[in-house]
T-cell receptor
Framework: QKEVEQNSGPLSVPEGAIASLNCTYSDRGSQSFFWYRQYSGKSPELIMSIYSNGDKEDGRFTAQLNKASQYVSLLIRDSQPSDSATYLCALILTGGGNKLTFGTGTQLKVEL | DGGITQSPKYLFRKEGQNVTLSCEQNLNHDAMYWYRQDPGQGLRLIYYSQIVNDFQKGDIAEGYSVSREKKESFPLTVTSAQKNPTAFYLC??????????????FGEGSRLTVL
């Protein structure tokens, strides 16, 4: 089982809709979770972090964490064409110190 | 402006040649990282360094080497022992605290193609 699993997509949503991106992980002891956005040919940028069960909102973005079920999700409300990118889920494994482990990413396409 | 500079942006190499990718940062960050990204594979950690003159292997270190002689610089050498070196290479840096909060600053990347 991979340490971090994401559906590669592409996930296509119409402009203005809610995009839901999901990530599951295998290390039950992981405590720190992150979402990065990566535009094609560019470097990743951190958009959300979450450490506690529940929801964390930042503008149009909401991160959700459920440690019991070992999944993390990212909701993007009022999706815009500029949100079209690959979204990478990342976490710090138990005993991983300060190293991030990344998922393979989900490609999101927001269509006009 | 502070940031991370990677060079070259594009590099072509013949099989059997070693190449060195440059990574320089002026953010005064202690920690630096090298990741490799292949299509559909996400980012995989090659090497990382938390302090000058010290570095550790990541998940896919075979066929690569690094040095950390200066705080600002963390060059990556892709050796001829790396069987499939064609990939997008990303360098990142962080403060010691930033690594735990996911605050990695990435360079623009270097795309290596083996001919």
């Amino acid at each position: 089982q991979k340490e971090v699993e994401q559906n590669s997509g592409p996930l296509s949503v119409p402009e203005g809709a809610i995009a839901s991106l999901n990530c599951t992980y295998s290390d039950r002891g992981s405590q720190s979770f992150f979402w990065y956005r990566q535009y094609s040919g560019k470097s990743p940028e951190l958009i959300m972090s979450i450490y506690s069960n529940g929801d964390k909102e930042d503008g149009r973005f909401t991160a959700q964490l459920n440690k019991a079920s070992q999944y993390v999700s990212l909701l993007i409300r009022d999706s815009q064409p500029s949100d079209s990118a690959t979204y990478l889920c990342a976490l710090i494994l138990t005993g991983g110190g300060n190293k991030l482990t990344f998922g393979t990413g989900t490609q999101l396409k927001v269509e006009l | 402006d502070g940031g991370i500079t990677q060079s070259p942006k594009y590099l072509f190499r013949k099989e059997g040649q070693n190449v060195t990718l440059s990574c320089e940062q002026n953010l005064n960050h202690d920690a630096m990282y090298w990741y490799r990204q292949d299509p559909g594979q996400g980012l995989r950690l090659i090497y990382y360094s938390q302090i000058v003159n010290d570095f550790q292997k990541g998940d896919i270190a075979e066929g690569y080497s690094v040095s950390r002689e200066k705080k600002e610089s963390f060059p990556l050498t892709v050796t001829s022992a790396q069987k499939n070196p064609t990939a997008f290479y990303l360098c990142a840096s962080s403060t010691p605290q930033g690594a735990y909060t996911g605050e990695l600053f990435f360079g623009e990347g270097s795309r290596l193609t083996v001919l």
